[in-house]
């Protein structure tokens, strides 16, 4: 009996070991599967958000790209282009290389004549025109400069209204260092002064109670800063406080047996215009 009992304590021992090593393990299986699956969604988030991402950058640089091309061109640009059209015709022409304008307004010119004898119209307007548009030409412009070539310099030389300095007038300081003259003729004021070759008036109207000398100190403080074309001996600029729209302003000056003549609405526009000539 004894033996029985121990073969059979035996056997039972022997079956209760081989079923423990026999268990499945299920729950490291199912934590595998779940550990990859949530790797794969996480890699598979990381992608979306970098070609989201990708895709965003592109239409943003596209977006640009396209503001760029499309932005509407500067004074500058428009300026250079139409002086680039008159110089394919007028080699020789002398063009501005700047023009005041206000806001919203755009500049528009046009040209008549060849080498020898031309006049460039400038005008500012509130749409840009074809270049070479007749509702630029003549009267319609704000600016006119004109070239005309003489058969010699001292032909030339007589169409300028060179004001010789005088002595025994009123003298009034116009800044930089300047004095000028003043005297009334005819319901006017001038005031004249010289600036190296140059002889400039400015004429105020009494009748309408105008300020010429506001107007000289404003000139004199711009030439201060800019540079008027060299004249060959001499060259006049004849300024008006007002011109009822009319371009009585004047700066006219000689380089060679060539008379160069400017014309403008506005004095200070004109001026700036001048100076600004290549």
């Given at each position: 009996m004894?033996?029985?009992?121990?073969?059979?304590?035996?056997?039972l021992?022997a079956?209760?070991?081989?079923?423990?090593?026999?268990?499945?393990?299920?729950?490291d299986?199912?934590?595998?599967?779940?550990?990859?699956?949530?790797?794969?969604?996480?890699?598979?988030?990381?992608?979306?958000?970098?070609?989201s991402?990708?895709k965003?950058?592109?239409?943003?640089?596209?977006s640009?790209?396209?503001?760029?091309?499309?932005?509407?061109?500067?004074?500058?640009?428009?300026?250079?282009?139409?002086?680039?059209?008159?110089?394919?015709v007028?080699?020789?022409?002398?063009?501005?290389?700047s023009?005041?304008?206000?806001?919203?307004?755009f500049?528009?010119?046009?040209?008549?004549?060849?080498?020898?004898?031309?006049?460039m119209?400038?005008?500012?307007?509130n749409?840009a025109?074809?270049f070479?548009t007749?509702?630029?030409?003549?009267?319609?412009?704000?600016?006119?400069?004109?070239?005309?070539?003489?058969?010699?310099?001292?032909?030339?030389?007589a169409?300028?209204?060179?004001?010789?300095?005088?002595?025994?007038?009123?003298?009034?300081?116009l800044?930089?260092?300047?004095?000028?003259?003043q005297?009334?003729?005819a319901?006017?004021?001038?005031?004249?002064?010289?600036?190296?070759?140059?002889?400039?008036?400015?004429?105020?109207?009494?009748?309408?109670?105008?300020?010429?000398?506001?107007?000289?100190?404003?000139?004199?403080?711009l030439?201060?800063?800019?540079?008027?074309?060299?004249?060959?001996?001499?060259?006049?600029?004849?300024?008006?406080v007002?011109?009822?729209?009319?371009?009585?302003?004047?700066?006219?000056?000689?380089?060679?047996?060539?008379l160069?003549?400017?014309?403008?609405i506005?004095?200070?526009?004109?001026?700036?215009?001048?100076?600004?000539?290549?």
């Amino acid at each position: 009996m004894k033996k029985f009992w121990g073969v059979t304590l035996t056997l039972l021992t022997a079956l209760t070991l081989v079923s423990c090593g026999n268990k499945p393990a299920t729950n490291d299986s199912s934590s595998s599967k779940s550990t990859s699956s949530l790797k794969q969604k996480s890699s598979s988030k990381a992608k979306s958000s970098t070609s989201s991402s990708t895709k965003s950058s592109s239409s943003s640089s596209a977006s640009s790209t396209s503001s760029s091309s499309t932005k509407p061109a500067t004074t500058q640009d428009r300026l250079t282009s139409l002086t680039q059209q008159i110089k394919a015709v007028i080699p020789s022409a002398l063009v501005p290389t700047s023009y005041p304008l206000a806001t919203g307004q755009f500049l528009n010119a046009s040209y008549t004549g060849d080498a020898t004898h031309y006049t460039m119209y400038f005008a500012a307007r509130n749409t840009a025109l074809p270049f070479n548009t007749p509702e630029v030409h003549a009267n319609a412009a704000d600016i006119s400069i004109s070239a005309q070539t003489y058969q010699n310099a001292a032909d030339a030389e007589a169409q300028i209204n060179y004001q010789a300095p005088e002595t025994g007038l009123p003298t009034v300081a116009l800044g930089d260092n300047l004095t000028g003259t003043q005297q009334g003729a005819a319901g006017s004021t001038y005031t004249t002064w010289q600036e190296g070759r140059w002889s400039l008036t400015v004429q105020a109207i009494n009748q309408n109670q105008e300020n010429g000398l506001t107007l000289s100190r404003q000139a004199v403080a711009l030439l201060s800063q800019e540079f008027l074309p060299v004249p060959a001996t001499h060259g006049a600029i004849n300024l008006r406080v007002a011109t009822d729209g009319l371009r009585l302003n004047s700066v006219t000056w000689r380089q060679g047996n060539t008379l160069y003549n400017a014309t403008g609405i506005d004095a200070m526009t004109l001026l700036r215009v001048v100076t600004s000539l290549k």
